[in-house]
């Protein structure tokens, strides 16, 4: 595939060259950035970071007091209120530590599932190295013969890890693929540009290359590059479809239920913003930066990460062994460990995603072709939260509409799921993993092995 003179950043001042191919080492997108970004957020994670010196030298102050006072025979009460102002400081420093630590990226760390009543090894393996993205399996140590399940983890600004739990509860019952997105900045300049286009090429690459007995499971952001890359193999090559395609809580039709991402969208005047917010990484890649995206993710639902932290520290002051404590501390060390996007990626996702509208719309191109999602004939299952806040119901359902090739077309909402509830948490686990596993059975072409846990059937789709 060749690059044309300009691209989908066209109007958006991002340019490439025309002679260069899309992976080709002469690729550059030339488009504004914030000189002052990067430094800008530097010093504030330093005076953060001096902050948290401060925070700790006052918990060692007061530890200090405590201890001498115990020496020199304090009175009880005088010693109980010391410990008080020490599990306060503790809590503080705990806090602080939450705020301005570095998070990397995170391991999956499933080195074992239980299959049949024993424990499993497992061991992930990159089979397939993209410049942008890592084909990860988790080779699990049995004979079973299990489905193959390709999940398309969405490139919004977390790793793959944040699919986590979503493998976790496929391994037992599944052959468990995953799309491990490399952070924009730790990808040469010389490997080329990536955009929505590039997405769905890596995305069509993965799916041919284990073949037609594959099962998508697309993921918020990566349901619309699932659905371009699919209906191009269904419309060249039908043999070469997946055996089912799962479409879980993503704005293919954000215009079915705005929500404060679409809004921002409708509202955002996206040269300005793209010149304000996108930055040049070390490697000299333009890029949105992971912690601009994670801003805006905490801006969306300040209250919540508030009500979370504040939780966390009377925890830690009241008994520092509350269960509590470890789940909150995981979900943000995940939730906090951040990717960049490419500049063009994240340009070329807010225009012709949630701007224009395009796939709903019928106009989203795709290599200089329509997408023609109702050329794809095999069975598709939709997944959305009542209470998702991100992809609200209904951007997700309504769109399944446009997938009138396919003979069988199925929906479920899960009541009482947020966004991340619909792939991790107990919906998950309890509700929504049985009935997608279960048409991914009820459609296999391969004697598999017995499901391992029982599985819920799924209303059809009626639109």
């Known amino acids: 595939m060749t690059t044309t003179d300009r691209t989908a950043g066209e109007g958006l001042g991002l340019t490439r060259d025309a002679s260069a191919t899309l992976w080709g080492a002469t690729d550059r997108y030339s488009g504004p950035y914030n000189p002052w970004l990067e430094p800008t957020h530097y010093i504030g994670t330093l005076m953060m970071s001096f902050a948290s010196v401060g925070v700790g ?13 115990r020496l020199y025979g304090q009175p009880l009460p005088v010693q109980q209120f010391s410990s008080w102002l020490g599990r306060i400081a503790d809590a503080n420093v705990s806090l602080m530590d939450q705020l301005t630590r570095e998070y990397t990226k995170p391991e999956f760390g499933l080195d074992t599932t239980r299959i049949d009543g024993k424990e499993v090894a497992v061991t992930e393996r990159i089979v397939e190295a993209r410049p942008f993205c890592n084909l990860i399996h988790f080779d699990r140590d049995t004979d079973r013969k299990d489905p193959i399940v390709l999940l398309i983890a969405p490139q919004s600004g977390h790793y793959a890890t944040l699919l986590r739990p979503t493998v976790e509860r496929l391994l037992p019952e599944a052959e468990v693929y995953i799309t491990d997105w490399i952070s924009a900045r730790e990808v040469a300049p010389e490997e080329g540009t990536f955009d929505l286009d590039t997405y769905a090429d890596d995305v069509r690459h993965f799916v041919t290359m284990l073949g037609p007995r594959t099962n998508v499971l697309a ?14 193999l269904a419309e060249d090559d039908p043999a070469t479809q997946p055996a089912t395609l799962t479409v879980m809580a993503g704005p293919l039709d954000p215009a079915a239920a705005p929500t404060d991402v679409t809004e921002l969208a409708d509202r955002m005047h996206l040269p300005t913003y793209l010149q304000t917010f996108i930055a040049r990484a070390p490697n000299g890649r333009r890029v949105y930066p992971g912690y601009v995206q994670l801003m805006s993710f905490i801006a969306m639902n300040p209250q919540n990460h508030f009500s979370s932290h504040r939780d966390l520290y009377r925890y830690q002051v009241a008994d520092d062994t509350h269960p509590e404590i470890e789940r909150i501390e995981r979900f943000y060390r995940e939730y906090f460990a951040v990717a960049d996007l490419t500049a063009e990626f994240y340009a070329d996702t807010v225009k012709r995603v949630f701007i224009e509208k395009q796939l709903a719309a019928g106009t989203m191109e795709y290599g200089g072709r329509l997408v023609r999602p109702e050329a794809i004939t095999c069975p598709i299952i939709g997944i959305e939260g009542s209470n998702d806040d991100i992809s609200a119901p209904g951007q997700t359902r309504d769109f399944l509409a ?21 792939f991790a948490g107990g919906h998950w686990r309890g509700d929504i993993a049985p009935r997608v596993l279960g048409k991914i059975h009820a459609y296999a072409t391969e004697n598999y092995s017995p499901p391992q846990y029982p599985h819920i059937p799924i209303a059809p789709y009626e639109g």
């Open 219 to 232: 993921i918020c952001q990566s349901t619309v590059p699932s659905v371009m890359a699919i209906s191009r």
């Open 402 to 422: 446009k997938f009138t090739g396919s003979d069988d077309v199925s929906f479920y909402e899960q009541e009482g799921a947020g966004h991340y509830g619909v």
């Open 57 to 69: 030298l006052q918990r060692d102050w007061l530890r200090v007091q405590r201890d001498l006072g």
